[in-house]
T-cell receptor, first 114, second 112 residues
Framework: AQTVTQSQPEMSVQEAETVTLSCTYD???????LFWYKQPPSRQMILVIR??????QNATENRFSVNFQKAAKSFSLKISDSQLGDAAMYFC???????????FGAGTILRVKS | DAGVTQSPTHLIKTRGQQVTLRCSPK?????VSWYQQALGQGPQFIFQ???????QRGNFPDRFSGHQFPNYSSELNVNALWLGDSALYLC???????????FGQGTRLTVV
C-alpha cells in the first residue's frame, strides 16, 4: 500500500521569506501523480501544485515550486515570498496513474508571521 | 460555474443514529469520491462512485455506504454512528475516474 509521510507538524515563516515543506512517500509504482493541497480554515481543499512522476522537470506555479526526487521518493514544496494568505494546513498527496483515489499525508500547519 | 457543493455544512447526531450527507459535483464532472478527515489528520478515502456504481473502496466498514444518482450527485450514508465517526466529510468530484479531484467545503459531523 502507498503511504505519504509529512514529518513537519508545524512550520513558521516570516512574511516575504521562503519556506520549504517536506514530504516523502512509498510506492512500488513507476507512474503516479503527486500533489500539494492547501486547506485554509474555510476547510476546502485547494490544489496548489501537481507533479507527474514521468516528468523530470519540477513543477512551478507562480510562487510555489516543488523539488521532486523520484529515486529518493521525496516531494518538497517551496513557497517563495510568503504571504499572510499562505497560512493554512498543507497536505501532500499521492495518486496512482489510474484511478483518482488520493492518499494524503498527515499535514503541515504553516504559520506566516507579519 | 458552481464548484462542488455539499450539504449540510454542519450537523450533530446521537450515537446509534443514521446520517445522510449529500454532494453535487462540479459541472461536467461524473465521478464522486468521499473522504473522512478526523481532526488534525489528513483525509482518508472512503469510496468512489462512477456511472452510479462504487468503483473503489477504502478501509471503511459496511456501515459506510453510498449512492450516485443519474445526475452524478451522490450521497454518503453512515449507519449506527459511533463517537469515532465525528469528522469532516469531504466530497471530491472529477471529470472521469482517472483524473484529479476538486473538493467541496465538507460537512462537519459531530456524534454525541
Amino acid at each position: 500500500a502507498q503511504t505519504v509521510t509529512q514529518s513537519q507538524p508545524e512550520m513558521s515563516v516570516q512574511e516575504a521569506e521562503t519556506v520549504t515543506l517536506s514530504c516523502t512517500y512509498d510506492t512500488s509504482e513507476s507512474d503516479y501523480y503527486l500533489f500539494w493541497y492547501k486547506q485554509p480554515p474555510s476547510r476546502q481543499m485547494i490544489l496548489v501544485i501537481r507533479q507527474e512522476a514521468y516528468k523530470q522537470q519540477n513543477a512551478t506555479e507562480n510562487r510555489f515550486s516543488v523539488n521532486f526526487q523520484k529515486a529518493a521518493k521525496s516531494f518538497s514544496l517551496k513557497i517563495s515570498d510568503s504571504q499572510l494568505g499562505d497560512a493554512a494546513m498543507y497536505f501532500c498527496a499521492y495518486k496512482k496513474e489510474y484511478g483518482n483515489k488520493l492518499v494524503f499525508g498527515a499535514g503541515t500547519i504553516l504559520r506566516v508571521k507579519s | 460555474d458552481a464548484g462542488v457543493t455539499q450539504s449540510p455544512t454542519h450537523l450533530i447526531k446521537t450515537r446509534g443514529q443514521q446520517v445522510t450527507l449529500r454532494c453535487s459535483p462540479k459541472s461536467g464532472h461524473d465521478t464522486v469520491s468521499w473522504y473522512q478527515q478526523a481532526l488534525g489528520q489528513g483525509p482518508q478515502f472512503i469510496f468512489q462512485y462512477y456511472e452510479e456504481e462504487e468503483r473503489q473502496r477504502g478501509n471503511f466498514p459496511d456501515r459506510f455506504s453510498g449512492h450516485q444518482f443519474p445526475n452524478y450527485s451522490s450521497e454518503l450514508n453512515v449507519n449506527a454512528l459511533w463517537l469515532g465517526d465525528s469528522a469532516l466529510y469531504l466530497c471530491a468530484s472529477s471529470p472521469g475516474p482517472n483524473t484529479e479531484a476538486f473538493f467541496g467545503q465538507g460537512t462537519r459531523l459531530t456524534v454525541v
